[in-house]
């Protein structure tokens, strides 16, 4: 299993500005993910972080508004950049171990 | 490529009814199939899932499912819904261990009294 310490779990941010969102894993894994979960819908890959690497990212999202880190096997982070209103949704790192998804709390996120 | 389609985006059900909440799913190559629940402002948990063992799943909390490979679903049951059951469900697919999962739109349980 995985424990997945994920902070913060809520911010309420200005509109053009940015958030920095982290995950801590207690195991080092290869592969850590990052969803986007909108009001009301399912989970959205944004990208992919292998550490070492450049992220890889999904159709429709692009480094320059999610730029990711991932220094090392336990540790990523997410930042989303010149937030709009239409950024605001619940933002969730994962990781895959022994064929099992494990996620963080959620980091719900409120552009006003 | 890989897709899930939950049919029914809400579903309602009496206390101590059954539960049947639709998945059916495509993948390429034999997948690995889950469910997930989230309780409202938390985050998701597993229920269950199948890894190419034994074709029906029990879960936590009394759910299961069934693998059927001829129909490509795997739906989730749970043959008496309580009202702690009310959450959002996901059902997922895996093409590999260690890989990205894919998941469906959802589906909103509502439990009446």
């Known amino acids: 299993s995985a424990v997945i310490s994920q902070k913060p779990s809520r911010d309420i941010c200005q509109r053009g500005t940015s958030l920095t969102i982290q995950c801590q894993v207690d195991?080092?894994?290869?592969?850590m993910f990052w969803y986007r979960q909108q009001p009301g819908q399912s989970l959205t890959l944004i990208a992919t972080?292998?550490?070492?690497?450049?992220?890889?990212?999904e159709s429709g999202f692009v480094i320059d508004k999610f730029p990711i880190s991932r220094p090392n096997l336990t540790f990523s982070t997410l930042t989303v950049s010149n937030m709009s209103p239409e950024d605001s949704s619940i933002y969730l790192c994962?990781?895959?171990?022994?064929?099992?998804?494990?996620f963080g709390q959620g980091t719900r996120l409120t552009v006003v | 490529a890989q897709s899930v389609t939950q049919l029914g985006s809400h579903v309602s059900v009496s206390e101590g009814a059954l539960v049947l909440l639709r998945c059916n799913y495509s993948?390429?190559?034999?997948?690995?199939l889950f469910w997930y629940v989230q309780y409202p402002n938390q985050g998701l948990q597993l229920l269950l899932k199948?890894?190419?063992?034994?074709?029906l799943v029990k879960g936590i909390n009394g759910f299961e499912a069934e693998f059927k490979k001829s129909e490509t679903s795997f739906h989730l049951t749970k043959p008496s819904a309580h009202m702690s059951d009310a959450a959002e469900y996901f059902c997922?697919?895996?093409?590999?261990?260690?890989?990205?999962?894919?998941f469906g739109t959802g589906t909103s349980l509502t439990v009446i009294p």
């Open positions: 994962s990781v895959v171990t022994h064929t099992e998804a494990f």
């Open positions: 993948s390429s190559v034999p997948p690995y």
């Open positions: 997922a697919v895996s093409e590999d261990t260690g890989n990205q999962f894919y």
């Open positions: 972080a292998n550490q070492g690497s450049e992220a890889t990212y």
């Open positions: 199948y890894t190419s063992a034994a074709t």
């Open positions: 195991s080092q894994v290869t592969m």
